[in-house]
């Protein structure tokens, strides 16, 4: 079940908004889907506590409902530039179009293999590295103990992020930044009201994370 279908309310509220025109003058690319459009209209979402913690520019063309593979996948979110870092995420939409079908596993595979070396998104990740970008992907936090609607896809969800995590600890200039360390699934006021997506401070405290793990990306 794709994040934008679920929530189709809150699109209509204004909550999530189509990736504004890039900035090709900023210092950093973020794409990805919803998890990293959240908040955008208010300026509270993740990019945008990075650029604050930073004071990087940072331009956010994520968009909501954005699955990874595809004709309009995440790859197609990126625009060329003099990127220092590119912010990434993505996949969780992809597999909540197929969880729970015998089609998972193949999707799974179809994303990124087991150790990481193969598939759609360590390819795209080694074509941000050839253009001399670092990367920093951020993985999907846990599901709260109130459930959500993906909650039928927890499972694979932590698959998923083992293999993302697998893939960046093989590749150089490639972080991995895991939600986990500043969101508990039992704290209910870091989840949005939809219990998929951050909630204000949530957001807040994974950008604070990301930003420190890009801190460290600038050190000799």
């Known amino acids: 079940m794709r994040i934008a279908a679920v929530l189709a309310g809150a699109i209509l509220t204004g909550c999530v908004v189509i990736a504004p025109p890039v900035d090709t003058d900023a210092d950093v690319l973020a794409i ?6 959240w908040h955008r209209g208010k300026g509270a979402s993740i990019p945008a506590v990075v650029e604050g913690r930073t004071g990087q520019n940072v331009t956010n063309q994520s968009i909501a409902g954005a699955t990874f593979i595809g004709s309009r996948g995440i790859p197609t979110q990126f625009v060329a530039g003099d990127w220092d870092v590119v912010l990434i995420n993505g996949g969780g939409n992809d597999i909540g179009d197929v969880c729970g079908t ?10 990124i293999s087991s150790d990481g070396q193969r598939g759609a998104i360590p390819q795209f990740v080694r074509s941000l590295r050839s253009g001399g970008a670092e990367v920093i992907w951020l993985g999907y936090y846990p599901i709260s103990v109130a459930g959500g609607p993906f909650s039928p896809c927890r499972d694979t969800l932590d698959l998923l992020k083992a293999r993302q995590r697998a893939m960046a600890v093989s590749l150089d200039g490639v972080a991995f930044v895991d939600p986990a360390r500043v969101i508990a699934p039992d ?15 949530g957001a807040a405290r ?8 890009m801190s460290g990306l600038s050190q000799p």
């Not at 990805?32 to 459009?37: C, H, K, N, P």
């Not at 015998?102 to 994303?111: G, K, M, N, S």
């Not at 994974?206 to 793990?213: K, P, R, T, W």
Request: aromatic share 2%.
């Open 32 to 37: 990805g889907d919803s998890i990293l459009a």
């Open 102 to 111: 015998p089609r998972e596993a193949a999707v799974l595979e179809q994303l």
């Open 206 to 213: 994974i950008g604070g994370l990301v930003a420190s793990v």
């Open 187 to 201: 704290n209910l006021t870091l989840y949005d009201r939809d219990l998929v997506h951050p909630s204000v401070d």
